[in-house]
């Protein structure tokens, strides 16, 4: 916990040991599922970590849902060096199948963020993962990006039947099991990464 002073500067002096004992030009921070209500004493960490890591010339950065309404963007930008914006999980494991990070999706909300932040101090994350729900109703399995290829080769019956949706411009395919369940796959890969970047490069 962080809500109190003593439990704040406990845990900053424990950062600070590590960081010390292995030379580390630095830190970052990826606290996440953050409510709302905790999120002034989030600020408040950072921006106490963030005094004491200026102060020994060290670096701070902290990685940032891409979208969440509950997060002010600009105010914890103040606070770091830098924002690493996750731009991923559109759709995630415990939600329905769709594209993990669709090409429409990312400009979007990218374009949401580049009005509040400053692009020299932005770090835009992007993803080389997937995931693979069933029809069971079970929480979807992360699977890499091999793992998807894998799973296809095994899985169905042509390459391409891996297809590309037009829409999100991410590919996705879908299988079925033995033991009769019915699974879809969206995953990210290099195509993914290159439209993402490009789309980056307009912001600097």
């Not at 932040?117 to 992007?126: F, M, N, R, S, Y």
């Not at 693979?132 to 390459?159: C, H, M, Y």
Request: contains cysteine; charged residues 25%.
């Amino acid at each position: 916990s962080i809500s109190t002073e003593e439990q704040r500067r406990k845990l900053i002096g424990a950062l600070l040991d590590v960081v010390a004992k292995n030379g580390f030009g630095g830190l970052t921070i990826d606290i996440e599922e953050v409510p709302a209500s905790s999120q002034t004493n989030l600020y408040i960490f950072v921006d106490e970590l963030h005094q004491e890591l200026h102060d020994r010339n060290l670096i701070l950065a902290q990685a940032v849902p891409f979208d969440n309404s509950d997060w002010n963007y600009s105010a914890f930008a103040n606070i770091t060096d830098y924002l690493m914006l996750m731009a991923y999980d559109q759709h995630w494991s415990t939600g329905e199948s769709g594209p993990v990070a669709g090409e429409d999706w990312f400009e979007s909300i990218l374009k949401k963020r580049m009005q509040q932040l400053d692009p020299a101090k932005t770090i835009v994350c992007i993803g080389n993962y997937g995931y693979n729900w069933s029809d069971d109703g079970s929480e979807a399995e992360t699977v890499s990006f091999q793992d998807s290829l894998i799973t296809a080769k095994e899985s169905l019956d042509r390459p391409e039947d891996i297809k590309f949706d037009p829409a999100s411009k991410n590919p996705y395919y879908t299988y079925d099991e033995d033991d009769g369940s019915s699974h879809t796959v969206w995953f990210l890969d290099a195509v993914t990464a290159r439209n993402q970047m490009e789309n980056a490069r307009g912001y600097n």
